[in-house]
């Protein structure tokens, strides 16, 4: 796939790791562990939204943009980075915040929360939960208009077709360190949400020819609502490609449970994965993301689900700038 006729900003100047986690893999007693570390991406501190930022502001910059608009929780990592994106870019940055739980959102919240005001994020709309978000962030953009900006709005976690091709990026990036560390990795496990990071991932294994399987586990929806959202992504970047290749349904493949109670929410799964990660391998996961997904990749060894004789590839996405805001509950 030849990603180099798409404009692109660069934001990370080398390939991120791959690391073996030993004690972790003692610890469990199941397959061997590997790490892709795209918590060290670049932007402050880089996470997944990092890679697809990268082909998004290129587009908005492309477009003569002079300010972004794009929208999120209370604690969101995509508008951090976004934010982080527009100041290097010299860009306004304007946020619409979905309170997802009704009375969560605070001025003075730690986090994420905190290092929005820290970059003086140029606006901060909060609105309730179950909001268009889509229509929200279309009604500033208008006033912005009004007041003789030209605005780009990126949707809910950078995840449409171009922002996904940061993902077809990483898949190229995957292909060339297994090839040079002559490592064969059997399955990939990856959070799923906004879909452009699972749904990028299996854009670029179907067109770069990489027969590994994917496993997405869902940080806000069952399999019956994540697994169209990630398809309708996958095939949205195969459509950039002018369909050269078609994503077989059968490659998306999710599974579910671990985000309960809701999206965002602690549970003890994912507070028993963040404390194991970090005291055997000292690595940060998150709360909402990485936290429940490592959850559920620990469920699946001790369901026995995935075989001792595999070596399995973690994606970290980033994201422990959240850890702060829940110190409470990891207490
Ligand atoms: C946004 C995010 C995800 C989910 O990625 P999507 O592309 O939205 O599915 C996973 N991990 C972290 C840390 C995130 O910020």
Redesign the pocket.
Known sequence: MDLSRFPRRIYTTHPTPIEYLPRLTEVLGGPKIWIKRD?MLGLAPG???TR?LEFLLADALAQGADCLVTCGAPQ???CR?TLTAARKEGLHCHFVIEERIPGTYSETASGNNFVFRLMSVDSVTVVPAGSNMAEEMELLAKKLRGLGHRPYVIP????NAI?GLG?VACAQELQQQFFELGLVIDRVI???????????LVAGFVGNHIDIPILGVG?SRDPQDQEPLVYKEACAIAGLFQNAFVIPRDRIVTVGGYWQPKYSLPNASMIEAIKLFASTEGILL?P???GK?AAGMIGMIREGRLKTSENILFMH???AT?LFAYENVLR
């Open positions: 918590d996470g997944n939204k697809k969101s990592n995509h980075i809910g976690g950078g995840s922002g993902y990856v959070g799923s949400g906004s879909s452009g990071t699972h749904g990028g940080v998150d909402v993301y990485t997904v996405t980033g994201g959240a």
